[in-house]
Every structure is written in structure tokens, then in C-alpha cells.
């Protein structure tokens, strides 16, 4: 018996998708969040600790009562350079050879890079309406049908930009679909990777 797939079946499909890789998308965020606590807190120790040890050396053993404000300060300080660093250098290619200044200054961000990490990662929470579900159902059956799709063609199916881009992302960073270059032009498969629900031949999809 063969199954014939809708467009609109395909979308319920895709919503399942979408929803199981958020929930992972909010668990790895609170395990970064978690973590990025962890480390704040590990990093106060060891600098409350290190502080005493060398007040200790000159005869004092009594830390300022402003540590702790400093030390928020500072850590906030560090974050707002960790996002600007990051601003300016989005794609960053980690080089071969680093300056002494280089590795300190990433010993330094580690944690506050931690803790950006986690507005990373829900970054790629997805936010797909019914209609722009449905568009990515339309898109799946038409690059199974085909095989591959040129990306020119995409306006075709989705005439909107901004719907375009957002489909195209969700179904990308979800590995539904992939993008392979052909010569001078781009285009889309089907993932090898992607969910067993949507491994169906053509034969398998209902003609829209």
C-alpha cells in the first residue's frame, strides 16, 4: 500500500519537527545557562580567594567590602566587549598563530562568552505560523519531486522574501534540507539526515 502524503499532512509533520527541536534548543540553552552560572560563581571564588591570599602577603587579610560590586562590574564590562567583539567580528576564522595578548584576552572572555552563548542558541529557536508552515510543506514536496531545485526557482514557491528566508533557514538548520552548488548555481536536496517521517519517494507524495 502506498502512502500518499499531502501538503497539509507534511506541515503537521513539520510542526512535530519544529517543536521537538525546540525543546532541544530550550534544554541546551539552560544547560549553557546553568553552566555559565556555574562558572560566574567558580570565577568569584577563585578572584575572592586570590584576593585574600594576597592581602595576606602584605599584613591584610581583610577584603574591601566593595569586591563584590567590582566584581559584578567588571564581569558585566566583559560581556559588553564580548558582544561587541562579537558585532564586529561575526565569523571570526580561528587563526593558526595567537599573540600572547590574544590568548589572555580569550582566557578573560571565556565565561562572559559562555553566557552569551545562551542567547546563540535560542537564536535558533523557530517561529513558524501555519502558513509559513504550509510553504515549507510545499517547498519539501516540490525539491522531492525534482530532486533538486535551483535556489532561483524558490520565488516561485514563495514569492515573499522575508517568508522565503525564514523557511529556507528553519528547514536547513533542522537538516530537512541541504544546499549543494552546481556549477555556477546553487540549489536544494533533501537531507539524508532528515526526520524518517519525511523519507518518502516521489511516488509517495500527493501532486499539488
Not at 515549507?136 to 525539491?143: D, G, P, Q, S, T
Request: some cysteine.
Amino acid at each position: 500500500m502506498i502512502r500518499v502524503r499531502t501538503p497539509e499532512g507534511t506541515a503537521r509533520i513539520l510542526r512535530k519537527h519544529f517543536r521537538h527541536h525546540n525543546w532541544k534548543v530550550l534544554g541546551l540553552a539552560a544547560g549553557t545557562l546553568a553552566a555559565s552560572v556555574a562558572a560566574w560563581l567558580l570565577l568569584y571564588m577563585v578572584s575572592y580567594w586570590l584576593l585574600i591570599f594576597f592581602l595576606s602577603t602584605v599584613g591584610d587579610d581583610q577584603v574591601p567590602q566593595g569586591f563584590r560590586i567590582l566584581f559584578i562590574v567588571a564581569g558585566c564590562c566583559a560581556t559588553v566587549y564580548a558582544w561587541i567583539d562579537h558585532r564586529l567580528t561575526p565569523n571570526a576564522r580561528p587563526s593558526d598563530k595567537k599573540s600572547a595578548g590574544q590568548v589572555i584576552a580569550e582566557f578573560i572572555l571565556l565565561v562572559p562568552n559562555m553566557t552569551l552563548a545562551v542567547g546563540g542558541t535560542l537564536g535558533a529557536w523557530q517561529r513558524l505560523d501555519d502558513a509559513d508552515l504550509l510553504q515549507a510543506a510545499l517547498l519539501v514536496h516540490r525539491i522531492a519531486e525534482e530532486k533538486r531545485v535551483p535556489m532561483s526557482g524558490i520565488r516561485l514557491e514563495i514569492p515573499d522574501p522575508e517568508t522565503a528566508m525564514r523557511v529556507l533557514f528553519a528547514l536547513q538548520l533542522t537538516e530537512i534540507i541541504e544546499v549543494r552548488r552546481d556549477e555556477n548555481e546553487f540549489s536544494l536536496k533533501l537531507n539524508s539526515l532528515r526526520p524518517a517521517a519525511l523519507r518518502l519517494g516521489r511516488e509517495d507524495f500527493a501532486n499539488r
